[in-house]
Nanobody, 124 residues
Framework: QVQLVESGGGLVQAGGSLRLSCAASGHTFSRYVMGWFRQAPGKERGFVAAISWSGSSTIYADSVKGRFTISRDNAKNTVYLEMNSLKPEDTAVYYC?????????????????WGQGTQVTVSL
């Protein structure tokens, strides 16, 4: 079992920045691929970014490439999502997820554990 708790969401103006954190507990964090997903009202949950065990490999959704950065600190059992140049269309609940596997994946059903989510709202 892995427990995930996100933090760092909030209200920000367009063009601003936020850093989300996801603290993990309950299992060997460094053995998990970690991902960030988001869900806007009336839309399906979608992929944002993922990072490998070591942090050496990352993938991003095209919509956030160049603006968001995923990273992890295995010593702190924490994964981060640095979000810059935020746009109103980035408004969503952001979820952290863990995948007990070696390969990165963009599909929600490939992730075994999920946090409760943190709201990010970007205003004009």
């Amino acid at each position: 079992q892995v427990q995930l708790v996100e933090s760092g969401g909030g209200l920000v103006q367009a063009g601003g920045s936020l850093r989300l954190s996801c603290a993990a507990s309950g299992h060997t964090f460094s053995r998990y691929v970690m991902g960030w997903f988001r869900q806007a009202p009336g839309k399906e949950r979608g992929f944002v970014a993922a990072i490998s065990w070591s942090g050496s490999s990352t993938i991003y959704a095209d919509s956030v490439k160049g603006r968001f950065t995923i990273s992890r600190d295995n010593a702190k059992n924490t994964v981060y999502l640095e979000m810059n140049s935020l746009k109103p269309e980035d408004t969503a609940v952001y979820y952290c997820a863990a995948r007990f596997a070696a390969s990165l994946d963009v599909r929600t059903y490939q992730y075994n554990y999920w946090g409760q989510g943190t709201q990010v709202t970007v205003s004009l």
